[in-house]
Structure formats: structure tokens, C-alpha cells
């Protein structure tokens, strides 16, 4: 698992850029997947990264399934989970999927940073 990394699985393209590059200016190192699907194959095939940023509602499959599938897999069960969501149930929501915590959308980057940083550690 590498402290430093973040997987930011995030359909919407400015919100992904934009948190990567913010997140990479903070000394993060940073990967990104459209959607579920694009999220466990990146993760079958890297390294663990410390923290996974998760967006709720996307295409393909989105980030109720992809957390189920995860935590069938006992490799990814190390992988604390923020959930990124607009939805007023977020917090139910983190709740059922065992994530560690929620960030609403819109995204308060003061609060983005402190749970970054209350999970993994930048380079």
C-alpha cells in the first residue's frame, strides 16, 4: 500500500482534475478511473494506493457496487474509503458501504485535506 497515493473514482471530468491536481500540489501522488469498473481493474493490476476518494453516482458501475465488489476482495479491505456525495443521506450511506467518512459535494477543500490527511500521509 502506498501511504501517498490516492485513487480518485470520480465520473464528473472537472471535479477528477481538478481534485487531482489539487491533491498532487499537496505532495499526494494521485490516479483517477471514470468509474467502478475502471476502479477494480486499476486496482488489480497497481499497487494498493492509501486512500480511495469515492463518488456515488456514476455510469458503468457505480460506487455502491464498486464498494461491494471491494469488499469481497480481502486485498482491498486495508483501503480506507471517503465517499464524495451530494446526497442529503450521505452519511447513511457511508455507514452501510463501511466507508470511513464523507465529504459533501459541493466540495469544502478545507475538510477534503483534513480527511486526506487523517488517512494518508503525502510524500
Not at 19 to 42: D, H, K
Not at 102 to 107: A, H, L, Q, R, Y
Request: negative net charge; proline residues 3%.
Amino acid at each position: 500500500m502506498q501511504m501517498g497515493e490516492i485513487l480518485i473514482v470520480e465520473d464528473d471530468a472537472d471535479i477528477r482534475e481538478d481534485l487531482s491536481a489539487l491533491l498532487r500540489a499537496q505532495g499526494y501522488r494521485v490516479s483517477t478511473a471514470r468509474n467502478g469498473v475502471e476502479a477494480l481493474e486499476y486496482l488489480g493490476r497497481a499497487e494498493l494506493p492509501g486512500l480511495i476518494l469515492l463518488d456515488l453516482m456514476m455510469p458503468v458501475m457505480d460506487g455502491w457496487e464498486f464498494r461491494r465488489r471491494m469488499l469481497k476482495e480481502k486485498r482491498l479491505l486495508g483501503v480506507p474509503i471517503v465517499l464524495l456525495s451530494g446526497a442529503d443521506d450521505a452519511q447513511e450511506h457511508a455507514s452501510a458501504l463501511n466507508a470511513a467518512e464523507v465529504v459533501k459535494k459541493p466540495i469544502n477543500l478545507d475538510r477534503l485535506f483534513a480527511a486526506v490527511d487523517r488517512y494518508c500521509a503525502a510524500d
